[in-house]
């Protein structure tokens, strides 16, 4: 006798995610898309963008982490950042921990999402108030044409799934404007969706295939994050200049590391390293992914 | 209008995997435990004991792989393997593929497990009629107990959670015996249960006490296992002679892959060095578990 509160995600054939929830804590629409905070037992606060789960408390320092540190670690000393998406702060937060960082820009297409993230999530949202940062409420693929060339040393994808207000971020010309705004010596990092998605899957080859051609060095990475579809995780680096592994040192991300302000929960030298060997299938779905003609 | 069929694990108040299901094909309460197997259309035919994810035909590979192939990759000549538990087969179709292998002992305390395995999962059970392997219906903490000395030269705990019937194959004295039967060169591995459960997060940090007393080299690894309770999934290996990273050569297990009957989905010799180099947070995990006094 009673009722319950849940909330589910599938990302194929209803399959996914499931959890009980203590609470609704805030459910809006934007004018873009639905916006929802829910209290789960186990998970934390979580940020739901039509009904997809954007973080949860729990597991949201693996996803930021591993965005963000394997470029700027690479980077010898990174200073001026564009982050394209990522309203909710998290991407910020861990790119403001690196002492050198002098500017960031952070493009958001829905202010709404960062006002929840701010009253929701402060821990996630901390880096809004820092005077280095620069929010934008406007199309990611907008600002980055308009934006001068070769300005930033740093460009974060910190996107949602590959449709909808996303899919501009996730093409051709919108990532020969990122390479155009980097500094020649600059790097690109995006997420890359989950190699073991029945549809999404095919978005790690095809961002190899568009990324290739403009840019010298492209190499993915994985991380463990259970609350995203499948929980394998990909994220893609591109560069010039800098290859992801020969040009990365870990003594140097060592002392780097021991300077940033606040504590690293995942991301470790070794592990920059480690998380860009790939599983046999994943190598695979990128080789064969390559051999294909465009899309 | 309507209904259908679904199947949930929660791992932790409410929260885990869920899936729709198209059939229940097999149900049956074998004297020890639920057997159950069912068919989801993302998972493929699932493998349910007392509710629990044993294994799927979607994900399998990555947890016998990543069970079996570092322990065995680390050895130069492995011949005699005893495998607790994993009647389903998949950890024994695995240890089959090296060449090397002339006797392995499966000791199983569900002869129903084995049976429905054979039914529903022939892939996964492919190795029970291969001459070399041994089938036990014994606990097997008993069988270890009885087992002669420095026989073997990798032991394999392919268990259920720490709780119940599997709970004896997380004591010391069963990793005592463990470290008994095994040859002075040998190596033992086992599934540790996951880093980021709400409880089970304690077999780590609880395996790593237990087992250094016993094994001069202990090191654990990690690996994405989709259906597995939370999707992170630690394993932990140990030697008195081995050291899991530097006795292990890179190009010799190239070699030897490229000779393995079948082909490898997920391990690789690159791989097998990057899955030890853990997060921050689960380094941290072990030792302070090895800090506080004996369980």
């Known amino acids: 006798v009673g009722g319950e509160l849940r909330f589910s995600e599938f990302f194929s054939h209803g399959a996914g995610l499931t959890t009980s929830l203590d609470a609704l804590l805030h459910c809006e629409h934007s004018g873009i898309q639905h916006i929802c905070v829910v209290q789960s037992p186990v998970f934390g606060r979580m940020l739901l963008l039509d009904g997809m789960v954007m973080l949860t408390e729990w597991d949201e320092f693996i996803y930021h982490e591993m965005l963000v540190h394997p ?28 002492p050198s960082i002098e500017h960031v820009d952070l493009v958001e ?16 949202a901390a880096g809004f108030s820092d005077p280095r940062v620069h929010l934008h409420h406007a199309d990611g693929a907008e600002f980055v044409r308009s934006a001068p ?3 930033y040393d740093a460009v974060f994808v910190d996107s949602t799934d590959p449709t909808g207000i996303a899919e501009s971020l996730f093409g051709e010309a919108f990532y020969s404007e990122c390479q155009r ?13 989950s190699p073991l998605h029945p549809v999404y899957c095919q978005t790690l080859p095809r961002v190899h295939r568009l990324l290739r051609p403009l840019f010298r060095h492209v190499a993915s990475y994985l991380a463990s994050i259970p609350t995203y579809p499948t929980g394998m995780w990909s994220f893609t680096l591109a560069s010039r200049h ?12 060592q002392q ?8 690293l929960r995942y991301y470790t030298a070794e592990l920059h390293r480690a998380a860009f060997a790939l599983p046999g299938f994943v190598q695979e779905l990128i080789s064969e992914g390559l051999a294909q003609p465009a899309p």
Chains 1, 2 share one sequence.
């Open 71 to 98: 470029a700027l670690f690479l980077l010898p000393f990174p200073r001026k950042v564009l982050v394209i998406g990522g309203g909710d702060g998290g991407t910020v937060r861990e790119v403001l921990r690196h």
């Open 109 to 124: 297409i829905d202010p709404r999402v960062i006002a929840v993230a701010q009253s929701y999530f402060p821990t996630v």
């Open 149 to 151: 060339s070769g300005f």
């Open 181 to 193: 705004v980097l500094h020649a010596t600059g790097v690109l990092a995006l997420q890359s969706e």
């Open 242 to 253: 800098y290859h992801p592994l020969e040009d990365f040192s870990p003594t140097d991300a």
């Open 256 to 263: 780097r590391i021991e300077r940033l302000s606040g504590k």
